[in-house]
């Protein structure tokens, strides 16, 4: 089984023959049962964090020089970090994320698709034209950062993705950590010139929280916020649109204005292709889990993918329903204390740029019947483009000047 390309078979012979295996190459133990899963981001005492930001391949030396050299780190701040300073950081930026202040940015969400929706004609890939900016510029103004190139910052995060989950050379870790140094860089210094508390920056300023921790919370931030999002909105367009092209008698995409029917089917992607399909433990003691003996300090990769097709818990879990009763039953944004602080908004921006490109575009149909590109990072898998042929909404009947 390749980990970074992992196939549906794979996975289900995985959780009905091997629920928790040790993978021979990278040394992790996969851990493939829903209840399993949960079980183990349920209880942060037997396991740990710390393991969660790791590079999937270990970076040598020299560049770990060339990050050092840049002042690099990543302390335990937010997703990996099982010490007591994680309550209080992950308050400190739930503030800038509470549900009404969400809620608040539908209108704004839906303006950004509309701007890009109005540039588009003809057969588009919709990851550049619509996906892949979105994210970044709502993430940055629910925190209330300005004055950022978001090109360079899209820059830096893929880069920074490969560079810790990918399956990477010595020279190509060496391409990776240059931008990734120069992200924190540029974070590093925009913290320190922070003022104030009404940005994320400042607020870390205020908090007093030491340079080298918000520099580091900020970078696996400014990333996974709105990253992720990009690779959800090319799942649901994708899963939509794929389910459109098998059963063209059940047609999804001219329902999609429907109440509920873009939420369901954001949901029914979470489950069946989360864009984050595994994450990382540390066992902190010897464990047992479906009957198998874990040592202590084991790493597990638990396959939040696979979680979410488990027969144990979803009826005919590989078909995409999204009228599945219990839809968010899924594990795609984590469970427990690091329950992933973005998931309401992720949700709010999939369902309203959905609804907004069908609008925009009831016919729209995908140009190729051909599987897309991935992304195969060990825990981020979506596609990597989106492409589609483009019918417009049929417009206001011209107004006919009566001859005189």
């Excluded at 995908?366 to 898998?381: D, I, K, N, T, V």
Aim: glycine share 6%; with cysteine.
């Amino acid at each position: 089984m390749d980990l970074f390309q992992p196939e549906p078979a794979d996975l289900r012979s995985l959780r009905e023959n091997a629920p928790v295996h040790r993978d021979e190459r990278t040394g992790l133990w996969l851990v493939s049962r829903y209840d399993d899963v949960r079980a183990v981001l349920a209880d942060a005492r037997r396991f740990h964090p710390d393991n969660a930001l790791d590079a999937v391949v270990p970076i040598p030396r020299p560049v770990l020089r060339v990050l050092a050299r840049a002042g690099f780190s990543l302390p335990p701040t937010l997703a990996n970090n099982g010490t007591g300073t994680h309550a209080d950081l992950r308050r400190l930026v739930a503030r800038f994320l509470t549900p009404a202040r969400v809620a608040a940015l539908g209108p704004r969400i839906a303006e950004l698709a509309a701007e890009r929706l109005d540039r588009l004609s003809g057969r588009v890939d919709l990851h550049p034209a619509l996906a892949r900016d979105l994210p970044a510029i709502v993430l940055l103004e629910v925190l209330g950062i300005r004055d950022v190139d978001v090109d360079a910052l899209k820059a830096w995060s893929t880069a920074s993705l490969e560079l810790f989950w990918g399956d990477v050379t010595v020279e190509r870790q060496h391409e990776l950590a240059r931008p990734a140094a120069a992200f924190h860089q540029w974070l590093t210094a925009r913290i320190k010139a922070a003022r104030g508390d009404d940005d994320l920056f400042g607020a870390l300023r205020s908090a007093e929280v030491p340079i080298r921790d918000a520099a580091g919370l900020c970078y696996f931030l400014l990333i996974a916020g709105q990253e992720t999002t990009t690779q959800l909105l090319c799942a649901v367009f994708h899963a939509v649109l794929r389910h459109d092209v098998d059963r063209p008698g059940d047609r999804l995409w001219s329902r999609l204005d429907e109440p509920g029917v873009a939420a369901a089917c954001v949901e029914e992607v979470l489950r069946r292709d989360p864009p984050v399909s595994t994450w990382r433990r540390v066992a902190a003691e010897p464990v047992t889990l479906s009957g198998v003996d874990v040592p202590a300090g084991a790493p597990l990769l638990l396959m939040l993918a696979g979680s979410g097709s488990d027969p144990a818990v979803f009826d005919d879990p590989e078909r995409f329903c999204p009228a599945r009763p219990r839809n968010r039953r899924h594990l795609a944004f984590g469970h427990g204390r690091h329950f992933c602080l973005g998931a309401g908004l992720a949700r709010l921006e999939a369902q309203v740029v959905l609804r907004e490109t069908a609008r925009r575009f009831p016919e729209l149909r995908l140009a190729s019947a051909e599987p897309p590109p991935m992304l195969g990072l060990l825990s981020f898998r979506a596609p990597l483009s989106v492409e589609v042929d483009l019918v417009p909404a049929p417009g206001p009947e011209p107004v006919r000047l009566a001859r005189v």
